[in-house]
C-alpha cells in the first residue's frame, strides 16, 4: 500500500523539496525531506527507507557519492535521481552505480507517479516473494534442520517416533552432514528438553583427556588435579549426552562406556564411590563402525550397546532438492549476522550449488553462502561469489571418482591454498586439528 511506502526527498532547492513532499503526501506517501547529501546519508543510518529521490547536482557531495553511500547503508533502497537534460549522461553513469531510473527536472508528476507506482508494487513483489520463501523454508524445517527431500523426511519420522523414548541412538553419516543437530532435536522434542544437552567431540581430545572429561576426577588424582571436577556423564544427568566421533575412542575408554551403559553408574578418575546417572546417550560417527569392529579397533559389545536405534544422514549430494531451501535459508541467517539485504540468488550461481559435489556437505554449503554474503553487498548471491566458480575441474555429481578420493583431493587443495598450515586448513574445513591430521596420515597426503 501506498501509505506504508516511505519517501525521502534529497535536493538543495528547499522549494522543490516543499513541493515535492506536497504533493507525495497527497499520494498517501509517507514523505521527509533533506537538503544536502550528507544530511541524507545520516537520515538513511537512523530510519528505513523504500524510495529515495535524490537531485543529482547539489554542492558539496553531489548526488552520486550519496548514491554510493546508500548503497552501502540500505541495498534494497530503490534511489530515482533527479537531474536537468544536461547530465542525463551522468545520470545513466549513476545507474550503473545502483540507480533505479533518472527523472528530468523540471519533473512531470505524471510520469513520475506512474513510476512511483511501478516501484511500490514491485517492492511488494519481492516482500511477498521473500515471505513465500519463509514459509517454504518453515513448512520443511524440524528442530532447526531443513529439508524437503524424501531422504530427509523419513529422518524427521524417526527423530518424532525415538525422541520419547530412552533409547540409545547412533547418528551416522559424512562430515558435515548436521549429526549434532539431529542429536539436539531429538533432545529438544523428548521429555528430557527441560535436562542438560551436553556434546563432547571425541576426535578433538587425547585419550587421557577424554576420560578425565566425561567421567571427572577427584582432587589428587593425578598431578595438576588440585580440585574434585565433575565429568560430563555427571553434569548431563537428567539429560543428553551426546559423544561425536565415537570411532576415535580408544579400547580403554570403550571398556569405561560400556560399563556405564551396563550399570548406569560410574566412578570419578581416582575416586571410588559410584556415581548413578540418568543420562541419554546419543552417539554419532562418520566412520564405518561395523568395519571398526571386523577389524578389531572397536568392540562388538559396546557397538551393539551404541547401535539400538541408528539413524542415517545422507549426503548433500544425495538430497539436492534441499539445496535450494538451505541456501536461502543461511542466506537469511547471514544477513541478519552481517547486516546484509540479500534476497535472491542467481539462477547460475543455484544451478552451479545443485551441480557441486559437496565433499564438505551442510556445513561447506553454509560457509560458501556466509563467503558470498561477506565479499559483497547484495542484494543477489551471484556464480562469481561462489569459491568453486573458477575451478578449472569442479567436482560434481557426475565423475566416477570414490568418496575417499574426493574427501583425499578436498584436503589436498585446501592445504595447499593455506601453503600447508595445518591449523588454517582445519579451520576453513570445519574440523580439529586432530582429525585432520588423521586424515593426512590415512590418505598419504603429503606437500
Given amino acids: 500500500m501506498k501509505e506504508n511506502a ?86 545513466v553513469q549513476a545507474m550503473k552505480e545502483g540507480a533505479f531510473d533518472y527523472v528530468v527536472k523540471p519533473l512531470d508528476v505524471e510520469e513520475l507517479t506512474l513510476m512511483l507506482n511501478k516501484i511500490v508494487e514491485r517492492q511488494q513483489l519481492i516482500a511477498e516473494n521473500l515471505l513465500l520463501r519463509k514459509h517454504l523454508t518453515e513448512r520443511h524445517k524440524y528442530e532447526n534442520i531443513i529439508g524437503k527431500s524424501p531422504a530427509m523426511q523419513k529422518v524427521f519420522e524417526l527423530i518424532r517416533t525415538v525422541a520419547d523414548t530412552s533409547a540409545t541412538l547412533l547418528v551416522t553419516g559424512e562430515t558435515g552432514t548436521g549429526k549434532e543437530m539431529v542429536a539436539r532435536a531429538v533432545h529438544a522434542t523428548s521429555s528430557r528438553r527441560y535436562g542438560p544437552f551436553i556434546a563432547v567431540s571425541c576426535s578433538a581430545l587425547p585419550e587421557t583427556l577424554l576420560e578425565s572429561e566425561l567421567f571427572g576426577y577427584e582432587k589428587g588424582a593425578f598431578t595438576g588435579a588440585d580440585r574434585m571436577r565433575k565429568g560430563r556423564f555427571e553434569l548431563a544427568h537428567g539429560g543428553t549426552l551426546f559423544l561425536d566421533e565415537i570411532g576415535d575412542i580408544s579400547m580403554k575408554t570403550q571398556v569405561k562406556l560400556l560399563r556405564v551403559l551396563q550399570e548406569r553408574s560410574f566412578s570419578r578418575l581416582g575416586g571410588t564411590e559410584e556415581i548413578d ?7 554419532a560417527t562418520n566412520q564405518n563402525l561395523v568395519r571398526l569392529v571386523e577389524e578389531g579397533h572397536f568392540r562388538s559389545d559396546l557397538f551393539y550397546r551404541l547401535n539400538v536405534v541408528n539413524l542415517h544422514l545422507p549426503p548433500l ?43 564438505g556437505n551442510v556445513r561447506e554449503l553454509e560457509n560458501v553462502i556466509e563467503r558470498a554474503i561477506v565479499i559483497d553487498q547484495g542484494p543477489e548471491i551471484k556464480a562469481k561469489h561462489l569459491p568453486f566458480y573458477t575451478c578449472e575441474t569442479p567436482l560434481t555429481g557426475d565423475e566416477p571418482l570414490a568418496l575417499e578420493d574426493v574427501e583425499k583431493e578436498h584436503i589436498r587443495k585446501v592445504l595447499q591454498q593455506n601453503q600447508w598450515n595445518v591449523s588454517r586448513a582445519a579451520k576453513v574445513l570445519d574440523i580439529d586439528r586432530t582429525t585432520l591430521h588423521k586424515k593426512i596420515q590415512k590418505f598419504g597426503i603429503g606437500k
Fill in 317 to 359: 549430494r544425495e538430497r539436492k532438492d534441499d539445496i535450494p531451501l538451505l541456501a536461502e535459508h543461511f542466506m537469511e541467517k547471514f544477513n541478519i549476522e552481517f547486516n546484509k539485504k540479500f534476497n535472491r540468488i542467481e539462477r547460475k550461481a543455484l544451478e552451479m550449488m545443485v551441480g557441486y559435489y559437496w565433499p
Fill in 6 to 91: 516511505r519517501v525521502l526527498v534529497v535536493d538543495d532547492e528547499p522549494m522543490v523539496c516543499i513541493s515535492l513532499a506536497n504533493w507525495l503526501k497527497e499520494e498517501n506517501y509517507f514523505v521527509k525531506y533533506v537538503n544536502d547529501g550528507q544530511a541524507a546519508i545520516e537520515t538513511m543510518k537512523q530510519e528505513a527507507w523504500d524510495i529515495v529521490l535524490l537531485d543529482y547536482k547539489m554542492p558539496g557531495m553531489d548526488g552520486l557519492d550519496v548514491l554510493r553511500h546508500i548503497k552501502e547503508i540500505a541495498p534494497q533502497t530503490v534511489v530515482l535521481m533527479m537531474t536537468a537534460y544536461a547530465s542525463i549522461a551522468n545520470s
Fill in 277 to 283: 546417572v540418568d543420562v541419554r546417550l546419543i552417539t
